[in-house]
């Protein structure tokens, strides 16, 4: 296993071994510790705003807190997704998030420290900050190689209380910043490996947590140009070898002046370009912008990183919870009303495109969460109702996969009871003549165009009985050779 830290990727080694005095400590708590913990397992609501079905679903568990601190756990819990949504995109995007937090009791507060030579704690998932105190582990590490110490305790836990869980992290009661995270990405990931970060209430430190979720969540890569030997660089959403600017993966966000490869000054600091050095590579390896939250805490995310994060917050979400009708196939006749409704999960600012259609066409007026739709005015037979919900957001440039963009599609079978023509001809003289039929009661309105698209109502029958024989007496208008009979309320 590997670890993504904040600054730097840590290899395992073999355990040093331990101090006699933290394992007597140890093995004489660990009956009370145990017993303690499995009381004091609570899985509490933060914030939801949706079903976790259909929402990134982030739980905070406790490291290092002790049955009488969970009052104290709750708050820090609180307080660390306050700074988590105080960063873009999830700000914006905060309504696309529910939060929890799960309290599992220590038996001692803190981590282990063994470096520095102590303290040493005993707590419920045997965290420390490992090789310096800046890097905090969970087992296996180099200090312990069983994962059922650590890493088997946190997916026991989550698959237990939270198994649609998301983002998992480990909050330690620890006041020396430190963190990491398990290896991450939007494909393929364990959503079991924790981000871990200790308590850290004071910026930068407060925003290790984000800046881990860009790896856990988005599959971004440290942007960092220190040598890490060992370390293999791959292509990323934020990091690639490529120079020739069609080949960018984040070419849509460079301007035709900015030069590829860019300098690395302070002139070009706010464009996203190509400059050199990422992924613990001075040289050979590029990253979008000058400077950016995977490169130094407290920096807010460049637009390349902020898109990835967008889509992979839709690769989780759709951007409704629920559309009504249920079924597939509708039946309907003239004098039904059709409705058709969405339950949008829009950002925080910014409103999302909703386009109805009828066969195709989008049905004008209409770009809010309800239609209202009349059979009579598709006619009989079979029909299509289309929705189409987007995010327009400007922060999304090149979306593939069209993650942003969401269809839901209806038949609907207009029965034998609507308006039909039952018979067509010419009278003399070329004028044209009908004979329409439909269920009696109501008003029907003929009327015609000249393009199929743009319709003139041009006659009433306020006398409806089931059915209208009607002959053209009107002039002649030009263009006008297309007739149709709606229901008028």
Request: overall charge negative; charged content about 20%; hydrophobic content about 40%.
């Amino acid at each position: 296993m590997e670890f993504h830290p904040f600054d730097r990727r840590v290899r395992i080694r073999m355990r040093p071994g331990c101090r006699m005095e933290h394992c007597c400590r140890w093995a004489c708590s660990l009956l009370v510790g145990l017993a303690m913990a499995l009381r004091a397992q609570v899985l509490v609501p933060l914030e939801v705003n949706g079903p976790v079905t259909n929402r990134v679903n982030v739980v905070v568990l406790a490291e290092g807190y002790t049955a009488a601190q969970q009052g104290q756990f709750l708050q820090d819990a609180t307080n660390l997704m306050a700074n988590f949504f105080a960063a873009e995109p999830y700000a914006a995007y905060r309504g696309h998030f529910n939060t929890y937090a799960l309290f599992v009791a220590s038996a001692e507060p803190g981590s282990d420290h063994p470096t520095t030579g102590g303290p040493y704690r005993n707590t419920y998932f045997n965290s420390a900050y490992e090789f310096y105190d800046y890097v905090i582990t969970i087992p296996p590490n180099g200090l312990d190689p069983d994962p059922a110490h650590g890493v088997g305790k946190v997916e026991q836990l989550v698959e237990q209380w939270l198994p649609e869980a998301d983002i998992v992290v480990l909050l330690v009661n620890d006041i020396q910043p430190g963190g990491s995270s398990g290896v991450g990405g939007p494909t393929g990931r364990s959503n079991r490996l924790p981000i871990i970060t200790a308590l850290n209430p004071f910026p930068p430190y407060s925003d290790i947590v984000v800046h881990e979720s860009g790896h856990f969540f988005a599959g971004l890569v440290d942007e960092y140009t220190n040598a890490y030997p060992g370390y293999v660089p791959v292509e990323a959403p934020n990091a690639t070898r490529q120079t020739e600017r069609n080949q960018i993966p984040w070419n849509a966000w460079i301007e035709p002046e900015t030069p590829v490869p860019t300098p690395n000054d302070w002139q070009w600091a706010h464009v996203v370009g190509l400059f050199e050095g990422a992924q613990y590579q001075a040289t050979g390896w590029y990253r979008p912008k000058l400077d950016c939250k995977m490169r130094t805490l407290g920096m807010p995310f460049c637009e390349v990183c902020r898109e990835q994060i967008v889509r992979a917050i839709y690769d989780k979400v759709r951007p409704w919870d629920d559309v009504r009708p249920a079924g597939d196939l509708l039946h309907a006749k003239a004098g039904d009303t059709l409705r058709f409704e969405v339950d949008l999960v829009e950002p925080v600012s910014g409103a999302l495109v909703v386009t109805w259609l009828t066969n195709g066409v989008p049905v004008l007026g209409s770009s809010g969460p309800v239609l209202l739709l009349d059979p009579a005015s598709l006619g009989d037979g079979r029909h299509q109702v289309e929705l189409r919900v987007a995010d327009p957001t400007p922060w999304v440039r090149t979306d593939p996969e069209q993650r942003l963009r969401a269809t839901r599609t209806w038949d609907v079978q207009v029965g034998g009871s609507a308006l039909r023509w039952t018979a067509v001809g010419r009278a003399a003289g070329g004028r044209p003549w009908f004979t329409l039929e439909g269920p009696g009661g109501g008003n029907v309105v003929l009327e015609r165009s000249a393009d199929l698209s743009a319709w003139q109502p041009f006659l009433t029958n306020t006398a409806w009985s089931g059915r209208w024989d009607y002959t053209n007496d009107l002039p002649a208008q030009e263009g006008m050779r297309f007739f149709r009979a709606v229901w008028w309320p």
